[in-house]
């Protein structure tokens, strides 16, 4: 780690949290500095809870969660430092999508006129600036998705929380998204994305955070973790127009192992998801098919995360060398 | 990087009093509001042209609007306040903003009792106008008798706005149903029962304070017209506070 990196901007200590017998997050210890953070787990994990306690939207059942060296649970002078895109698809329908992040912006402190101005950049920047002055309730599940990050972002904060901040993004919405994270990652901020794809979490970083049943597995480079998951057959679902035309076009492909159908939809199975990936688009663009979104259910790494929890809890296992790598 | 001020709570309840009003005007239920409390105004109309007129007309349709109308409408307007934040979990945005967590309450309140305000005075002005309209010197007699009313109006607005937006923050996914059920029982009910009882009812302390008849009997009390605009009044800010002490603990709960 490079000592900005060792810049402490989140910190959590034997943080926790639980409903009644269920316990959500359980004992992280974690710091993070400035640059892009990966937090990964399958679906249940803990992630959302964990994030959500990091952002001061929920009360740690034990342990503290800081943020700038401040506990950040009703800490409104942390909050001006901080941005968060939840994962939830909630938004005010009936306002525009300016209206919403020039009003947020404003409850930050910016005065309107500027409020508006960063407003319409970070939308424009959101490859949003057409529809910008459409309500929220007309956007597609992409377009929303957008929107929110704008919100999150426009105000330019020091520590950022994206909750699954491509779901629903269709190939080149992706792309906008990843690079405007990047920068932002690059110009110093503390960004801490989740997500149960580790090649979402990739393309964006290679420190990660591996979370599992509510407890950090391993933190660190994601690329010894990677090698784990490429042994497990990864799963795409890609819904467009003409799942079978899209099929027929990657079947010849030698890294595509399987596929399904779903309603409007095509599933592959790769053991090699960086070939494929690219390739998606690729073949969609030639057999003239329009791609809604690409989506990674999370079953393969869910197989992963158990494999690393038996190798964890049996230390002769062979998965133990793997997890103490990537730490 | 960052470099904003705090927000005090009177600009962030602004901000949030913009955006409420914004979302009201382009929806439905504001203009469903305005149809409802445009009723007596009609009503009376038609009775004025059937033959009906005075003081005795005015109160007649203003007992069925305190007991029935000034409950009903800002119940529908503002138990959503509170309710429709959580149940779309659209308060994440907003409490992830440094500003008071309170302010949410007080600018959607604001945003609901201010037109409220004004289309629920104008409608009793507007029906007391036309009661008077055959005889115009029932103007200058019972002109005191309309701003008892429409001061019971003002102190109605806010006090069911103030429930209805607690019952909201409680109820979140049916509020409306919720205060319409306290409407029934306690307003409705209680509020016409011959009965000490009925000082429960804020609707009973209305009509007494718009000076409009009210169930006698033995088990009856005369309550001065300042502590019957006082109760509503009281009722009306513990259900504000009430409702923003629970916002101010609301936590954010979802699957991972």
């Known amino acids: ?327 | 990087m960052s470099a904003q001020s705090a927000v005090s709570m009177g600009a962030a309840a602004g901000i949030y009093r913009e955006l409420a009003w914004t979302r009201m005007k382009r929806g439905r239920l504001l203009w469903v509001c305005a149809s409802l409390l445009a009723l007596p105004v009609v009503g009376t109309a038609l009775l004025v042209i059937f033959g009906h007129w005075g003081r005795t007309l005015f109160d007649e349709v203003a007992e069925i609007y305190f007991r029935f109308l000034l409950p009903f409408v800002p119940a529908l307007l503002a138990s959503p306040i509170v309710s429709e934040e959580l149940d779309q979990k659209t308060f994440t945005f907003v409490f992830a903003r440094p500003a008071p967590r309170s302010a949410l309450v007080l600018g959607k309140l604001a945003a609901v009792v201010g037109p409220t305000l004004g289309m629920a005075v104008t409608s009793v002005a507007l029906t007391w106008a036309l009661a008077m309209i055959r005889f115009p010197q029932d103007y200058a007699e019972t002109a005191g008798h309309l701003v008892r009313a429409e001061i019971a109006t003002v102190v109605g607005v806010f006090a069911y706005a103030g429930i209805a937006t607690l019952f909201g923050s409680w109820f979140v996914r049916h509020p409306f149903v919720a205060v319409l059920g306290y409407l029934l029982l306690v307003e409705a009910g209680l509020g016409s029962a011959p009965i000490v009882l009925n000082l429960l009812a804020m609707s009973w302390h209305l009509r007494n304070l718009a000076q409009l008849a009210l169930p006698t009997g033995s088990l009856t009390l005369d309550v001065p017209a300042l502590v019957s605009a006082a109760v509503p009044l009281v009722l009306g800010s513990v259900g504000i506070g009430l409702a923003c002490m629970s916002v101010a603990d609301a936590e954010y709960h979802g699957k991972d």
Not at chain 1, 29 to 40: A, R, Y
Not at chain 1, 113 to 123: D, I, P, T
Not at chain 1, 264 to 269: H, K, M, P, S, Y
Request: hydrophobic share 40%; glycine share 8%.
């Open chain 1, 1 to 327: 780690m490079s000592a900005e990196r060792e810049r402490v901007m989140i910190e959590t200590k034997s943080a926790a949290r639980w409903y009644g017998q269920i316990i959500a997050v359980s004992d992280v210890t974690l710091t993070l500095g400035p640059g892009i953070t990966g937090l990964l787990g399958p679906n249940g994990a803990g992630k959302s809870t964990l994030m959500k306690m990091m952002v001061g939207q929920l009360r740690p059942s034990k342990g503290e969660v800081r943020i700038l060296g401040e506990p950040i649970w009703k800490n409104r002078a942390v909050l001006r430092h901080v941005g968060y895109c939840p994962e939830h698809e909630g938004t005010y329908e009936d306002l525009t999508a300016l209206e919403l992040v020039t009003a947020l912006n404003r409850l930050h402190g910016i005065d309107p006129g500027e409020a508006e101005k960063r407003a319409k950049e970070m939308l424009a920047k959101l490859d949003l600036a057409d529809a910008m002055n459409r309500r929220l309730g007309e956007y597609s599940k992409g377009m929303r998705q957008r929107a929110k990050l704008a919100q999150a972002m426009a105000h330019d904060p020091d520590v950022l929380f994206l909750d699954e901040p491509l779901t629903g993004c269709d190939p080149l919405a992706r792309v906008k998204v990843l690079e405007v994270v990047k920068e932002l990652g690059r110009r110093g901020a503390c960004v801490v994305v989740s997500s149960h794809v580790l090649y979402e979490i990739e393309a964006l970083t290679s420190e990660i955070v591996l979370i599992y049943k509510g407890t950090v597995l391993a933190e660190g480079d994601v690329y010894a973790v990677r090698s784990l998951i490429d042994k497990h057959p990864h799963k795409i679902r890609v819904d467009c127009d003409r799942p079978r035309d899209l099929a027929k076009a990657l079947v010849v492909e030698d890294h595509v192992s399987g596929l399904d159908f779903e309603e409007g939809a095509v599933v592959l199975e790769t053991r090699d998801p960086d070939r494929l990936y690219p390739a998606i688009p690729r073949a969609a663009k030639a057999a003239g098919l329009r791609v809604k979104a690409m989506t990674s259910p999370d079953n393969n790494l869910a197989s992963v995360f158990k494999y690393l929890t038996e190798a964890r809890e049996k230390p002769g296992a062979g998965g133990a060398k793997s997890t103490e790598n990537a730490k």
